[in-house]
């Protein structure tokens, strides 16, 4: 049976057409938009970066740390028989090894200031025409910090003897605004060795403006201390006794932590050497002078094991005994070839054990 056609089986396809012609229309009236982001050329430059967070040089150090694991290792066994025998040993072998480290980090920084000066300077206030009042004033802060009070991480700026001043103009950069960054970073290293945060302290102390008033000696210093942080009787680590090259700032973490593992464990051999020899004088010039009476012997063995270098006024000044007494005690010693003169001078001489 024929069915009749009907008009809505002769309009069915009229509605999409219409549809569709209402859609391109409707997109050519929108002219004013932009096309697809995938037709647009990519010719922009760049924005600008996020920056990393300060903390992630933390991961280089790491990284660094991980790579020289059996020298670090090695290193921190050093220092732990240091520490041991400084913490068994008398109080003035730890004063010792910290002239002698204050007076090596001086030649490092370009300072120049001998042992005998040094100790001149620290026991009397005294010093030459030739000498930097300034300079003795910085390495005699070394030694002081070498030698006690409270660590660069409790208060750095107690420690360095540094403060913001009162009438700073508000658009000037702050001292402790430097100092608070740096230790951020040093607090976020906890997981880090002590050598090895003491390492990344050092080389970021310039980058974190801290570099300007006593340079590399107060860097050094503060690593030195940080390194034996965990230890009772060293109180800081030797950096520079046996060559500063551990100290030399060039290269990524992984070359500068392997320096710095160098010379650390030189400096520390150099300083157990001394102590060797130091123990050794102790035992023979206590014998020697055992016939001896009076309390100034004593007192002047246990000062030159204290000081590399001894002079009268300074031997006078440090014992509390007469400079006869002294002169007499010291003409003997040297005679029994316990102490040697090291200045050839008939005036302003200076004696040191004889090894």
């Given at each position: 049976?024929?069915?009749?056609?009907?008009?809505?089986?002769?309009?069915f396809?009229?509605?999409?057409?219409?549809?569709?012609?209402?859609?391109?229309?409707?997109?050519?009236?929108?002219?004013?938009l932009?096309?697809?982001?995938?037709?647009?050329?990519?010719d922009?430059?760049?924005?600008?970066?996020?920056?990393?967070?300060?903390?992630?040089?933390?991961?280089g150090?790491?990284?660094?740390?991980?790579?020289?694991?059996?020298?670090?290792?090695?290193v921190?066994?050093?220092?732990?028989?240091?520490?041991?025998?400084?913490?068994?040993?008398?109080?003035?072998?730890r004063?010792?090894?910290?002239?002698?480290?204050?007076?090596?980090?001086?030649?490092?920084?370009?300072?120049?200031?001998?042992?005998?000066?040094?100790?001149?300077?620290?026991?009397?206030?005294?010093?030459?025409?030739?000498?930097?009042?300034n300079?003795?004033?910085?390495?005699?802060?070394?030694?002081?910090?070498?030698?006690?009070?409270?660590?660069?991480?409790?208060?750095l700026?107690?420690?360095?003897?540094r403060?913001?001043?009162e009438?700073?103009?508000?658009?000037?950069?702050?001292?402790?605004d430097?100092?608070?960054?740096?230790?951020?970073?040093?607090?976020e290293?906890?997981?880090?060795h002590?050598?090895?945060r003491a390492?990344?302290?050092?080389?970021?102390w310039?980058?974190?403006?801290?570099g300007?008033?006593?340079?590399?000696?107060?860097?050094?210093?503060?690593?030195?201390?940080?390194?034996?942080s965990?230890g009772?009787?060293?109180?800081?680590?030797?950096?520079?006794?046996?060559?500063?090259g551990?100290?030399?700032?060039s290269?990524?973490p992984?070359?500068?932590l392997?320096?710095?593992?160098?010379?650390m464990n030189?400096?520390?051999?150099t300083?157990?050497?001394?102590?060797?020899?130091?123990?050794?004088?102790?035992?023979?010039a206590?014998?020697a002078?055992?016939?001896l009476?009076?309390?100034?012997?004593?007192?002047?063995?246990?000062?030159?094991?204290?000081?590399?270098?001894?002079s009268?006024?300074?031997?006078?000044?440090?014992?509390g005994?007469?400079?006869?007494?002294?002169?007499?005690?010291?003409?003997?010693?040297?005679?029994?070839c316990?102490?040697?003169?090291?200045?050839?001078?008939?005036?302003f001489?200076?004696?040191?054990?004889?090894?």
């Amino acid at each position: 049976m024929k069915q009749k056609a009907s008009h809505f089986d002769d309009d069915f396809d009229d509605p999409l057409i219409t549809i569709e012609g209402d859609e391109e229309a409707h997109e050519e009236d929108l002219w004013f938009l932009p096309g697809p982001l995938e037709e647009e050329p990519d010719d922009l430059p760049p924005g600008p970066r996020a920056e990393p967070p300060e903390t992630s040089v933390i991961h280089g150090w790491a990284k660094a740390e991980g790579d020289h694991a059996a020298r670090l290792a090695k290193v921190a066994g050093r220092l732990g028989a240091l520490d041991d025998r400084l913490l068994r040993g008398p109080q003035g072998w730890r004063h010792r090894l910290s002239l002698i480290e204050a007076a090596d980090l001086s030649w490092f920084a370009g300072e120049r200031v001998s042992s005998d000066r040094l100790a001149l300077w620290m026991s009397m206030r005294l010093s030459g025409a030739q000498d930097d009042p300034n300079a003795l004033a910085r390495i005699g802060w070394a030694v002081r910090r070498l030698t006690g009070g409270p660590g660069p991480e409790v208060d750095l700026a107690a420690f360095l003897d540094r403060r913001d001043p009162e009438n700073i103009e508000e658009s000037a950069e702050r001292f402790e605004d430097r100092a608070g960054g740096w230790l951020d970073v040093m607090a976020e290293a906890t997981d880090l060795h002590p050598i090895t945060r003491a390492c990344m302290g050092y080389h970021l102390w310039n980058m974190a403006g801290l570099g300007q008033h006593g340079d590399q000696i107060e860097a050094a210093v503060t690593a030195a201390r940080i390194a034996a942080s965990d230890g009772s009787g060293a109180i800081f680590a030797p950096l520079a006794m046996g060559g500063a090259g551990g100290l030399r700032a060039s290269g990524l973490p992984p070359e500068r932590l392997a320096r710095w593992l160098d010379g650390m464990n030189s400096a520390i051999l150099t300083a157990m050497r001394h102590l060797d020899n130091i123990e050794a004088w102790g035992v023979r010039a206590e014998g020697a002078m055992s016939q001896l009476s009076g309390r100034t012997p004593a007192a002047l063995r246990s000062v030159l094991t204290e000081w590399p270098l001894l002079s009268t006024p300074m031997a006078e000044t440090l014992t509390g005994v007469s400079r006869a007494a002294v002169q007499r005690n010291l003409a003997w010693m040297e005679q029994q070839c316990l102490i040697r003169e090291v200045t050839g001078n008939g005036r302003f001489r200076m004696w040191r054990i004889r090894d």
